[in-house]
């Protein structure tokens, strides 16, 4: 009697079964991964672009006219298209601008925000402040509150 080697198809099905268990707890985590390394890429956006804000300020002695076209708000000079670390525009998980400058032109507020045809839609805008605070509008409410000025609440 020769005994026969394989697999059964019940047990092909429980592995299979097995693995769609795996797959289906693990991407959650997998997604929340991939976009915190998302955001941090644009935190290190939001950082180069300040050193480039304080780079214009120390050729013009005041911030005005950081943003294209000699404006004072709106998408910046630098980086206009794209973002640093995701090195095209078609790549770009947040659009960077230059939110506000003050009446003297000595301070300004920088911003990420999400795009929203990537999955950081709803992540929340990211905030850099000339005095060097930072923000994440985590609760994506549009109001950064006390316990959201920081990068990793």
């Known amino acids: 009697m020769q005994k026969s080697s394989g697999f059964t198809l019940l047990e092909l099905m429980f592995t299979v079964a097995i693995i769609g268990i795996i797959v289906i707890v693990s991407f959650p985590s997998y997604k929340g991964i991939t976009n ?10 939001m ?3 300040a050193a480039a804000m304080e780079r ?9 006219g950081a943003a ?7 998408a910046p000079k630098v980086f206009q298209t794209f ?10 998980d947040y659009d ?5 400058i003050n009446s003297n032109g000595l301070a300004y507020v920088l911003k990420a925000t ?11 805008t990211l905030y850099v402040f000339s005095d060097g605070r930072k923000g994440w509008d985590k609760n994506n409410n549009g109001v950064l509150e ?3 000025y920081c990068w990793r609440c």
């Not at 294209?68 to 709106?74: A, E, F, V, Y």
């Not at 973002?83 to 770009?92: D, E, L, M, Q, V």
């Open 114 to 124: 999400p795009v929203m045809a990537s999955s950081l839609a709803n992540d929340g």
């Open 68 to 74: 294209t076209n000699g404006l004072d708000t709106g």
């Open 146 to 148: 006390a316990a959201e």
């Open 56 to 64: 214009h300020k120390a050729a013009n002695f005041t911030y005005v």
């Open 36 to 45: 915190q390394s998302r955001r941090a890429s644009a935190q290190a956006d």
């Open 83 to 92: 973002s640093p670390a995701t090195g095209s525009a078609s790549n770009k």
């Open 96 to 100: 960077l601008t230059i939110s506000a």
């Open 47 to 49: 950082l180069a672009f």
